[in-house]
């Protein structure tokens, strides 16, 4: 039997430890500066990526994997010949599973198989360990894709924005719309639903108790999870409300892992800071 090998886009935003652990590899998108392009987890960070957005007003435009960085990856899997399961970004928001297709076709090798996350960040992520983990347990590439096809509705990814800035740079919402939602202090709660994402709420107030309060609220579905995994993934937030968040998850006695990341690039380019999400699988 060959060797499984998990491939996923860096928008997957696992930490390092979780990809070192599972033996994850990673294709990075772009970050697109001025004229200047930056691999994604690679070259530039988020905290750089918000002052540069700062200092000129604006946000980066962000880019699929260049075919010459997916072969890079791909390339020596093929040659060992192992089978290879490949996770990437919803291709309701991206092009970048359109991208490995291109790929794939330059290689040649038919043992590649492309799952459309139908989700981003680490509503990615949760596939992507789900694969690792029925790769581990033995199970053979085709068992693993039809696990992770048909269990990703069940993936429940939300996040609540704390500035509005950053969307509105970005084309996702007006000027005046961001306007007033900040001088309001409205926080939007971004869902993903079929590959899309919508806004599912609005809160109001303080980042802290936003966030308190949709944690708590989302206590009923959390309940009737999946247990395995729970992610706490933020843009760079408060360290208090990190903990809060973890503490909070911890007591409902429920979860056997749960996992702080902090978004990449991409994700952190059109969030902007201070966003925090609660992703995990439903039953």
């Not at 070259?43 to 880019?63: G, L, S």
């Not at 709660?189 to 966030?211: C, E, F, L, N, P």
């Not at 309060?213 to 992610?231: C, G, H, K, R």
Request: charged letters at 20%; a negative charge; hydrophobic letters at 40%.
């Amino acid at each position: 039997m060959a060797r499984i090998r998990i491939v996923a886009d860096s928008t997957c935003d696992l930490s390092k430890d979780l990809i070192e652990k599972y033996r994850i590899s990673i294709i990075p998108l772009n970050i697109v500066l001025d004229m200047n392009s930056y691999l994604d987890g690679i070259e530039i960070t988020p905290d750089e990526i918000y002052q540069w957005a700062d200092e000129r007003n604006t946000t980066p435009k962000t880019a699929a994997p260049e075919l010459g960085s997916i072969l890079e990856v791909l390339r020596p899997m093929a040659q060992a010949g192992e089978d290879i399961i490949f996770i990437g970004l919803s291709e309701d928001m991206s092009v970048t599973c359109q991208s490995v297709r291109m790929a794939v076709q330059e290689l040649s090798y038919d043992n590649i198989w492309i799952i459309n996350s139908k989700n981003l960040s680490t509503g990615i992520g949760l596939q992507v360990l789900r694969a690792a983990e029925l790769a581990a347990q033995g199970l053979e590439a085709e068992e693993i894709v039809r696990e992770i096809k048909s269990s990703r509705d069940k993936v429940h990814a939300s996040f609540v924005v704390d500035t509005l800035t950053y969307l509105q740079r970005g084309g996702r919402c007006n000027a005046v719309t961001a306007l007033l939602g900040n001088a309001l202090r409205l926080k939007p709660m971004i869902s993903v639903k079929d590959g899309k994402m919508g806004v599912a709420k609005k809160y109001r107030g303080r980042q802290y108790s936003v966030v308190r309060s949709y944690a708590a609220e989302l206590e009923p579905q959390l309940m009737q999870a999946d247990p395995t995994n729970v992610f706490i993934t933020h843009s760079g937030i408060d360290p208090t409300i990190e903990e809060d968040t973890y503490n909070y998850l911890q007591s409902l006695n429920y979860f056997e892992n749960i996992y702080i990341t902090r978004a990449g690039g991409v994700i952190s380019s059109h969030c902007g800071p201070n966003t925090l999400g609660i992703l995990f699988y439903s039953k």
